[in-house]
């Protein structure tokens, strides 16, 4: 009699392994609970020794010859997985690229934002592949561009290493550049926040003797009736004389 709902050890639940009596080998090599080889026996044996020792047939190796299984509790078996599973998944990021584009006419200050985040990014142990686009005319001065990826280079060179020299592919020049060790790597910047305000000191117009800028301050504004520093009251036209 087939059961409605499948179970809970079946590969359909989202685990994808295959548990006990969804072991469809006739013959297994069965790995012991003290992880000491047991042999090739028969499905029957190997499920009668879990049932003896109270554990579940997990097959670990489906597509060995013949299949491994290994004598182990089942939800010790997928903590163990997921286990592995998030220590694997926290080093893929360093597998990950980041891509930054440049142009030839980039500015000084765009340029410095650029590798700012580029050596963020090889902080993180992330690789970055640099892009630099020509367009129109500017094809036949690929020297800039060159002079804009060697700059590039030399700055985040605490950081990371290319692993080749530029080449100019297209209308482009591309390189890569791969994180150095975390002991060869240079110290991490200290983050600065976009757009933070310059210290009073460093504004225009700063005196010790005020605690503002003083271009910041406006002119007082005149009381009424008393005429401004150009010469007109409230009334701009009070003198002008008309000729009768």
């Known amino acids: 009699m087939s059961h409605p709902y499948p179970s809970r050890h079946s ?8 548990v006990n009596g969804k072991i469809r080998a006739r013959e297994v090599r069965v790995v012991g609970t003290d992880n000491k080889q047991l042999g090739v026996l028969t499905l029957g044996e190997a499920l009668n ?10 097959e670990i190796a489906p597509n060995a010859t013949p299949p491994v ?6 939800g010790k078996f997928r903590y163990e997985q997921a286990k592995k599973d998030k220590e694997s998944r926290k080093h893929q990021h360093a597998t990950r690229v980041k891509e930054v584009q440049l142009s030839p006419k980039i500015d000084s200050h765009d340029l410095a934002v650029k ?18 686009k020509f367009r129109g005319r500017e094809m036949a001065h690929t020297e800039f ?32 550049i791969s994180p150095l ?21 460093q504004a225009p117009g700063w005196s010790p003797e005020r ?10 504004r005149p009381q009424s009736g008393q005429p401004q520093p150009d010469g007109f009251a409230n009334n701009p036209f009070a003198q002008i004389e008309v000729n009768r």
């Open 181 to 201: 060790p975390r002991n060869k790597r240079a110290r991490p910047p200290a983050p600065t926040a976009a757009g933070e305000a310059p210290l009073a000191s």
């Open 211 to 220: 605690e503002t800028p003083v271009h910041n301050e406006r002119p007082a």
């Open 115 to 132: 590798i700012e985040h580029s050596i963020g990014f090889l902080c993180e142990d992330m690789k970055v592949k640099i892009t630099l």
């Open 11 to 18: 590969p359909s639940s989202g685990s994808f392994v295959r």
């Open 49 to 58: 020794l879990a049932r003896v020792g109270g554990v579940d047939l997990v």
């Open 145 to 176: 561009g060159f002079q804009v990826i060697h700059k590039f280079l030399a700055e985040i060179a605490p950081y990371g290493h290319q692993d080749f020299e530029p080449k100019l592919i297209g209308r482009g020049i591309n390189a890569m």
């Open 69 to 74: 299984c290994r004598l182990v509790d089942f």
